[in-house]
Each structure stands twice: as C-alpha cells, then as structure tokens.
C-alpha cells in the first residue's frame, strides 16, 4: 500500500477525507468507490500518525484527573473521599510523591479505575 510521506500529503489526504465523509454513511456497499477511498486513505493516516504523532500512555495523575472531571469531582473531595489530607491529594496530583498501595487501591476502588493502571503495569 502507498505511503504518505510528507506533511502536505498528509494535510491533503485529511482534507480528501473531510470531502469523503459526507458521500460514506452505515447503509454505503463495502465495494463502493468511495466507501473503498476512505478506507485506504485512513488507513494510510492512520500509519502516518501512528508514526509521525504518536500518543503516549497517560501517566496516573493524567487518568485521576479524567475520572476526577468525569465525576463532577475536584481535589478536596478525593482527599475526603481517601481520607486524606489536602496537601497529600496535592503531592500526588502534582507527581511529587507515588500513592502508598492502600491509597492506590482506594483509588482504584472509588475512582474505578484498573488496578493495573494503578499499579502501573
């Protein structure tokens, strides 16, 4: 399969993807000119991005803070929700301390989120 090799083909095969989307719906046949042009033009973005705009693991911190704005939550409220002071919900958040295991699992636990993550693993 061809590959994009510059940052113009790939702005250009976005915007030729923006001109398909409205032609490709749910009921579009599998063998359609179009349907069969965006397929490989996303899959040719989608290799360039893999490559050239890579997204990292989110850290801990960056997952807490997800869950926090997901449950309407902010950082006083985690701290009484772990039983917590201010300032140790504060060195966690800000990456200047690792949660204990206790507190990880708390967090896993109020927070639902995978003990793996947790646990970084």
């Given at each position: 399969?061809?590959?994009?090799?510059?940052?113009?083909?790939?702005?250009?095969?976005?915007?030729?993807?923006?001109?398909?989307?409205?032609?490709?719906?749910?009921?579009?046949?599998?063998?359609?000119?179009?349907?069969?042009?965006?397929?490989?033009?996303?899959?040719?973005?989608?290799?360039?991005?893999?490559?050239?705009?890579?997204?990292?693991?989110?850290?801990?911190?960056?997952?807490?803070?997800?869950?926090?704005?997901?449950?309407?939550?902010?950082?006083?409220?985690?701290?009484?929700m772990l039983g917590l002071s201010n300032a140790r919900v504060s060195e966690i958040m800000n990456g200047k301390s690792e949660p204990s295991l206790k507190i990880g699992r708390e967090l896993s636990i109020k927070l639902n989120?995978?003990?793996?993550?947790?646990?970084?693993?």
């Amino acid at each position: 399969m061809a590959q994009i090799k510059s940052e113009a083909a790939y702005r250009a095969a976005l915007q030729r993807i923006e001109e398909l989307l409205p032609l490709v719906n749910d009921e579009t046949p599998a063998d359609d000119k179009n349907y069969l042009e965006l397929d490989m033009i996303s899959d040719m973005v989608e290799e360039y991005e893999d490559i050239h705009y890579p997204i990292g693991k989110p850290s801990l911190v960056d997952i807490i803070k997800l869950r926090l704005y997901e449950m309407g939550l902010n950082q006083t409220k985690l701290a009484e929700m772990l039983g917590l002071s201010n300032a140790r919900v504060s060195e966690i958040m800000n990456g200047k301390s690792e949660p204990s295991l206790k507190i990880g699992r708390e967090l896993s636990i109020k927070l639902n989120i995978d003990p793996a993550i947790v646990l970084g693993i």
